[in-house]
């Protein structure tokens, strides 16, 4: 820790226990990358500069037949073509891919990629961080005391809006307590995480990305595979960001606090959550959190923990508002809503996405 006598830094660190995907919004299509299915390696490449190469080796023709074609790779249209060495030039970085490129179809899948800086080098974006302890903390506020702010209800309409009307009021309650403008309690400088900073980390080599296929696990076993294929930090990283607090703003949340708010979300997603998927092995839970996209609702809102016994006949509701009937049985017959688990595989190991390990110091 270090004090410089207004605010005080910590180093955050977090070790991921499941393949971490911060989403940068960008994917490349089967046709975009090489999958060398030999050496479970998938490279990427620069699309300006693979097309300079193409026009290089009068290649053209060959390559608009290739993209107007079905179910080719890139790496068959090098072989076919002179070898992967000529395209060189246009390398920009290899990850590897396990089996999760050909999915039950047999076919590759489209690849969702992972924040990158101005220079092109994986990072984890401290906003994404922050979101994840932000959380916790909301969660073990509402499990330690019943806040006043009214709770959204599935007679309230309109029911969207009724939710986040409600959200806003819990969030103003917990947080907006600075009073730096008054008249507009709902303004953002109001709140107590204007004192909390967390920086991005540091870049990441390319060495720890892995390919993760996106899977739903029923609560009552199986695995559905979906088509879709992400780029992940590698379970078993460690990566360490300073978190500075200004505690003449931060309030209540110390380094402290937070390390009981990771303890108690812990608790709560084990008891609500985890035991409805009995026979799956996991990590145990303890101080973990879930970073990153693609973990599931439960990670990333506090509806549960808030509504509690009323929780499960509102999610319901809500999501089979948001999609028509896909949702409408969950209540009675797995009694969870969503009920799908969301979760991947690497080295054929289960794994929960975002699942890390959160220190504080």
Known sequence: MVDNGVTKTYTLQLTLKGPCFAG??????????????????VTFYDSNKLMECIVQNGLVDAFEDYMLGSQRTLFEFFQDNGGPEQFAPALQYEVRCGDAILGEGRQPANILLHSRNAN?????PGSSIKGMLRTAITAACVLKKTPNAQQPSIHDMPFLKNAKNCMQQLDEELFHTLDAEPQKRNNAVNSIFRGISVADSAPIANENMVLCRKMDRFPQGGVKELNQVREC??????????VTIDH??????????????????????MENVY????????????QHLFL?????????TVTGPWLQEKALPYITALLTLS???????????????????????VNAAPMLYGLCEVNIS
């Open 24 to 41: 940068s919004g960008r994917s490349v299509s089967k046709k975009e990358y090489s999958y060398d299915q030999k050496r479970s390696v």
């Open 233 to 242: 930090l590698r379970p078993g990283l460690t990566v360490k960001v300073p």
């Open 248 to 269: 003449s703003l931060a309030g209540f949340i110390t380094p402290d606090f937070i390390k009981n708010a990771i303890t108690q979300f812990d608790v709560w997603y």
């Open 275 to 286: 035991s409805k998927y009995p026979g799956i092995t996991l990590p145990t839970l303890s």
């Open 120 to 124: 092109g080098d994986v990072y984890i």
């Open 292 to 300: 990153g996209g693609g973990s599931g609702y439960f990670s990333k």
């Open 323 to 345: 999609f028509r009937e896909k949702n409408a049985r969950d209540e009675s017959y797995y009694g969870i809503s969503p009920h799908m688990l969301k979760c991947t595989a």
